[in-house]
């Protein structure tokens, strides 16, 4: 997926899963967890992919102290406005999730969310992305990912099965595979992208 060319031409539907509650319920049930227990702030969180930061601004306004990375600078200015007007605070970065130590992010972070960067990178891309975000996570750390099943066509970012997971994070195992759209729209369902979140934690 060309991310430059679709934000440019104002094409970014993952943004609607904001606003479809099977999707935006099982993300919360999954982020819930790692707040069970805990009073806000609830830590360090990163938004990996962070986009227009929609869910980036939803997590913090739940208590996290979020930074958001994305490669479209274009992209990190709508996030900039979504920021400032929730009046919230969180931390912008125009860097790559391939070399996250290089974009001074810091470390530290407890909960590492991706909702549909890695699930589009090539093979070499996830294996640096894996190396960054063990580098960055604190050692309690949890990774949210979500992912089309593997085998789509470009231009849909191409998919990533349990195997792919485990390959990128080899320090890590998966806790929870669940189904990340229950109901899936038509053209979502046309597509059959039947989307998952893998819930990862350290060994
Ligand atoms: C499907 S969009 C999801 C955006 C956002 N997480 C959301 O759910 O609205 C994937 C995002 O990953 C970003 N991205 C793709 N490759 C990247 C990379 N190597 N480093 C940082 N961001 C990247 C894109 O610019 C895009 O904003």
């Not at 819930?32 to 990996?48: M, N, S, T």
């Not at 195992?173 to 989307?195: C, G």
Request: aromatic letters at 8%.
């Amino acid at each position: 997926m060309n991310y430059r060319l679709a934000y440019a031409v104002g094409f970014h539907p993952w943004e609607d899963l904001a606003e479809h509650p099977p999707y935006a319920e099982k993300l919360l049930e999954l982020v819930a967890r790692e707040e069970e227990g805990r009073q806000p702030p609830y830590g360090k969180a990163l938004d990996i992919g962070t986009g227009s930061a929609v869910w980036g601004v939803w997590l913090a306004k739940r208590g996290w102290e979020v930074t958001g990375v994305d490669i479209v600078e274009k992209v990190l200015r709508r996030a900039r406005e979504r920021v400032n007007e929730a009046g919230i605070e969180m931390r912008l970065v125009h860097g790559d999730v391939t070399a996250l130590r290089e974009a001074s992010i810091g470390s530290g972070f407890r909960l590492v969310v991706d909702t549909g960067t890695f699930h589009g990178l090539t093979n070499a891309q996830r294996e640096a992305m894996g190396k960054e975000v063990s580098a960055v996570a604190a050692a309690e750390a949890t990774v949210i990912l979500d992912c089309f099943a593997p085998r789509r066509r470009a231009p849909l970012p191409r998919g990533a099965s349990r195997d792919d997971v485990e390959r990128t994070f080899p320090g890590w195992h998966i806790t929870d595979i669940e189904v990340a759209d229950a109901e899936p729209d038509p053209i979502a369902k046309l597509f059959r992208f039947h989307e998952s979140f893998y819930r990862l934690r350290r060994r």
